[in-house]
T-cell receptor, first 117, second 116 residues
Framework: AQTVTQSQPEMSVQEAETVTLSCTYD???????LFWYKQPPSRQMILVIR??????QNATENRFSVNFQKAAKSFSLKISDSQLGDAAMYFC??????????????FGTGTRLKVLA | EAGVTQFPSHSVIEKGQTVTLRCDPI?????LYWYRRVMGKEIKFLLH????????ESGMPNNRFLAERTGGTYSTLKVQPAELEDSGVYFC??????????????FGPGTRLTVL
């Protein structure tokens, strides 16, 4: 069975600085999808970034980028030029390919990011 | 486009009572998912509907939980009778295509259930 581990329950970053949130996963599948979701306080989860395992190039969305290391089964999220609005709980998630017959996400326990002014 | 909505936002009930949670997916999304997060733990999958059919209910914890999606639109999740360990945040998500690589699940704000 697949598992997702986020080893940092809480992280802090100074405004305008860079922070990296870690995520590791375990799977025997060769094709899969990885996601980072953000949940601001009292608001709904929104997708930050996604990565297809077959793509070697790391995904980037503005100030958010990932470091995808397939062999190491690592999928870290880097937030550059951190802003107060980045404060949230961040969840890493895994999804099997469609051929597996299941579309469910497998989540980590989350990392709470605090941004200090 | 309206997002996924969930009702109520918070429910407090006593052990043994019944609670029904509701989820309205994004219009046009055939796929609807229920997840649950128990305090401090990971978000866990409960089940997946494609239209009105249960595609995957492997995460449902026991027969005290009943999910329905009549007509393939909104879905309800009933817990009867509720136990203390059912406390947590219940998330609903929807997606348009399901298994294709470009599909993304959009999440609602969650219902916080507290069982006393």
């Amino acid at each position: 069975a697949q598992t997702v581990t986020q080893s940092q329950p809480e992280m802090s970053v100074q405004e305008a600085e860079t922070v990296t949130l870690s995520c590791t996963y375990d799977t025997s599948e060769s094709d899969y999808y990885l996601f980072w979701y953000k949940q601001p306080p009292s608001r709904q989860m929104i997708l930050v970034i996604r990565q297809e395992a077959y793509k070697q190039q790391n995904a980037t969305e503005n100030r958010f980028s990932v470091n995808f290391q397939k062999a190491a089964k690592s999928f870290s999220l880097k937030i550059s030029d951190s802003q107060l609005g980045d404060a949230a709980m961040y969840f890493c998630a895994y999804r099997s390919p469609a051929t597996s017959g299941t579309y469910k996400y497998i989540f980590g326990t989350g990392t709470r990011l605090k941004v200090l002014a | 486009e309206a997002g996924v909505t969930q009702f109520p936002s918070h429910s407090v009930i006593e052990k043994g009572q019944t609670v029904t949670l509701r989820c309205d997916p994004i219009s046009g999304h055939d796929n609807l998912y229920w997840y649950r997060r128990v305090m401090g733990k990971e978000i866990k999958f409960l089940l997946h509907f494609v239209k009105e059919s249960k595609q995957d209910e492997s995460g449902m914890p026991n027969n005290r939980f009943l999910a329905e999606r009549t007509g393939g639109t909104y879905s309800t999740l009933k817990v009867q009778p509720a136990e203390l360990e059912d406390s947590g945040v219940y998330f609903c998500a929807s997606s348009r295509f399901g298994g294709v690589s470009t599909d993304t699940q959009y999440f609602g704000p969650g219902t916080r259930l507290t069982v006393l």
